[in-house]
Structure formats: C-alpha cells, structure tokens
C-alpha cells in the first residue's frame, strides 16, 4: 500500500513533501507551526487575518491601541464610513509577521501566506494590495488567496518585482470559480503555480451555501483536474477539507492531486495558536457539536463548534480598533444585527445578538471555535490522560503521521 512519502510536490526542480498546512486566522497557524511544516519539508502557512494585532501580541507593537485612539470619538456612532486603517502600518505590521517566519525558517519546505479578500478593512482594494505587497517585500515564499473570487488581485500584484517569481495559488470550491479567476487574468500571461480545491467539509469559512451537505470533495477535485487537463493546464491541484489519515491522503494523491492541504488535525497541536483550554474543547467535540450557521459577517457560512462563547454574544462593535470586516462604507452586518436588538431591549445592559457575531473580536480573543467537519474525530488521534484531559500532540507527530501511516491508522503519540 502507497504512503504520503511515496508522492512529491513539485514546483520546478523543487520537490515538496505533499503536506499543506493551511492558513488558519487569526494566528491560530501560528509563525511556530509553519515553521515545523517547513521543516519537515511541506508547506506551513501563516494567515494575515487582523495582522495589526497579531504584531501587537507577538513584536510589543501599538497599532491597534494606536487606531482606537484616533477614532475613539466615534465608538458610539454606527456609521464607520471614518475609521480607516493606516496603510504604511498594515504594511509594518505584515512585514515584522513574515519575517518572524522567514529569518526562523529551516528546511527544504515553504511557507506561504493566507490572504483572505473577505477581509475588506473599509477599504478592500487598497489594504489587500498593500497586504500581498508587504508579505513578498518581506520575503515570503507565496501567497495563498482564499475567501473570495480574487479576480482582481493578480493585477494588483503585476508590477511587483515578486510577482513572476513568488508562489502565487488560490482556493476554490468549484471549477466555475476557478474559470472566472483564469478567464479574467488571461491578459497577464502568469498562472497560479497551485490551485486548492476546498470542499464543504473544511473548516474557517465555507465556499458553498447551506447546501454545503450536497457537494462533495472527491467529485470537485475531479471536475477542476478534468477542466485543467482538457485547457492543458499543468496547474499542481491541492485537495482540502476532511482529509483526516495519510491514507485519505494517498487517495487524492493517487487520483490526480499533488498535495493535500490539511489544517483540523494540527488544532490540538502543541504549536498551534488555539489556548489550551480550546484544544480541548476540540478534543472532547462530538459530532453533534459541530455546526455550520451564518453568524460570520462575511456572508459565508462557516463550520464551529456549537459551544464557541462568540455565538449569541452582544458585545458592542469594535470597529474602531478592529474593524477588519467594514465593507469600504463603514458597513458591518453585525453592526446593524446589534443595533437591533439594541433598539428592541433599550433598557438592556447586555443583548445577546444570535444572527451575526462580532468577528474581529471572537477570532481575536479565541471565542469562535472554528473547526473542520472531522474535528470530533481529534479524540483518535491522542491519549486521555488520567485528568481527564487529552495529550496535546507535537506538529511534528501529526505531520509524520500523514507522511508515513498507511491507510486508515492513525499512530498515536508516546
Ligand atoms: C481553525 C481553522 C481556521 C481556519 N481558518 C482559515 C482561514 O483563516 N483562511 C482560510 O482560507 N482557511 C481557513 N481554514 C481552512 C483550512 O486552511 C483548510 O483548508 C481546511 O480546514 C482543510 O480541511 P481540514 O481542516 O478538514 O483538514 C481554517 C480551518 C480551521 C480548522
């Protein structure tokens, strides 16, 4: 029987172990566990979702101590058409991010970023631009564009000097997406070197409707390595979501991908950025916790685990600070979710909101439990220790794990 170790990614001369970690916001795949991938000769991704705090939490900067106090004055006002984010330091607060990762960076592998278009910060063209930008100045390995069509951010990225040599690829979840994204930068004469085709099973947010439950991820990675080969594209496909053993692995290896992308594993992993007490809400998850709603702003719907405390949360907008989700005219679903139950409960000191959540703040703070389909399997995969709590594992188990197991086995750690 095949193993993971019996495929390679290539790109050029280079060969990769076919093991993606993906990008997981808000650090949750932290600098420490793209660094392992890397190491460990695959791919690790850092995410830039709400960077400016990131740095703050990680390099002691004050950037968004700084925003809150330029716009204090406006917390109370639901119009926050004002609060812009400064661009020179999105692009500090990016580039102090990679290069943590980059100056640590060990081993044949590489680590790319996750650029979420979904995250319009009140002035979508401009801080995207200003984001990808900054993570190639810094040196990034490549970009990975995600929540969204991207159909305009190969163009923004042109003149670059980066723009032909870094690794540029994108995530769809249908063959129709990709279509678009080809289509509408064929004048650019520069392919994405990877295409990730997420299914409906993977966890952050979902490139499906409601109706995520009547696709599947075998059939779109079938239909996007069909479409590739018919156009005679030789565009490397990466499979993501659900992908749970080294054995499922080897079957999207075996039919055409030429890596997988993998991320609900690595949640109760040492290195990943989820607090403790999280890892084990992950750990102790059935399959009856595991929910897909529309709370997120984005209009996506997106996989958690029912117990998260953001669900149902009131808190008041934080867009001052934060603000990562305001649409380019000071628009945020929540917002307007708020100001409702406000206005039906005035005399209220707390609301509870249950049709959007404050994201910014829940992702920020590790209060939306966001997770893939097979999350409530995570208890297979370690021991339960004497206090009733499970083993955390290191990112190095898990990856070997994927790498050398056969089949269904899962090893399980010392
Ligand atoms: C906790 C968590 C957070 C995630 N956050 C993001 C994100 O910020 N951006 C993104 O493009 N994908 C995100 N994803 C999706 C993963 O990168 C990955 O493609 C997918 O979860 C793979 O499926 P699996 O979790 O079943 O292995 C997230 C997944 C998880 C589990």
Redesign the pocket.
């Known amino acids: 029987m095949k193993r993971v170790d019996d495929f390679r990614l290539t790109f050029g001369k280079k060969e990769i172990v076919p093991i993606v970690i993906?990008?997981?916001?808000v650090d949750?795949s932290t600098v420490e566990l793209a660094l392992e991938a890397a190491r460990l000769g695959g791919i690790g991704h850092i995410?830039d979702?709400m960077v400016n705090e990131v740095s703050d939490r990680r390099y002691d900067t004050r950037f968004g101590k700084d925003k809150l106090k330029l716009y204090r004055h406006n917390v109370d006002n639901s119009d926050k058409t004002m609060v812009r984010f400064d661009l020179g330091a999105l692009a500090e607060a990016t580039r102090r991010h990679v290069e943590a990762a980059m100056l640590a960076k060990r081993g044949d592998g590489l680590i790319f970023v996750?650029c979420?278009e979904k995250l319009t910060m009140n002035a979508p063209r401009e801080t995207l631009q200003v984001r990808m930008a900054a993570a190639l100045d810094a040196g990034i390995d490549g970009i990975t564009l995600?929540?969204g069509l991207h159909l305009g951010s190969f163009g923004m990225l042109a003149g670059h000097p980066r723009f032909r040599d870094a690794k540029l690829g994108i995530?769809v979840s249908s063959v129709r997406a990709l279509q678009l994204f080809l289509r509408k930068n064929a004048k650019l004469d520069r392919l994405p070197d990877y295409v990730v085709v997420?299914g409906p099973?993977?966890?952050?947010h979902l490139g499906f409707g409601m109706d995520w439950g009547n696709y599947d991820l075998a059939t779109i990675t079938a239909e996007v390595l069909n479409y590739l080969a018919a156009e005679q594209l030789a565009i490397p496909v990466i499979a993501?979501?659900?992908?749970f053993t080294g054995g499922d692995a080897v079957s999207y290896l075996q039919s055409g991908s030429a890596a997988v992308?993998?991320?609900?594993?690595f949640?109760v992993a040492k290195e990943c950025g989820l607090p403790a007490k999280v890892k084990q809400e992950y750990f102790k998850a059935s399959e009856e916790d595991i929910v897909v709603n529309t709370i997120s702003p984005t209009g996506y719907p997106m996989r958690m685990l029912r117990s998260s405390p953001a669900i149902g949360a009131g808190i008041r907008p934080n867009c001052e600070a934060y603000g990562y989700l305001l649409d380019g005219s000071g628009g945020c679903s929540y917002i307007t979710a708020y100001n409702e139950q406000v206005a039906l409960h005035p005399k209220a000191k707390v609301v509870s909101v249950r049709d959007k959540t404050c994201l910014c703040t829940h992702m920020r703070n590790f209060n939306l439990w966001?997770?893939?389909q097979?999350t409530y399997r995570l208890k297979d995969t370690s021991r339960k220790l004497e206090d009733g709590r499970y083993q955390l594992l290191s990112a190095e188990h898990i990856f070997k794990d994927y790498q050398f197991s056969v089949g269904q086995e899962i090893a399980l750690p010392d």
């Open positions: 993906g990008g997981m916001g949750i995410s979702a996750n979420m995600s929540a995530i997420e099973l993977a966890g952050g993501a979501g659900g992908i992308q993998v991320a609900t594993r949640t966001t997770c893939g097979a």
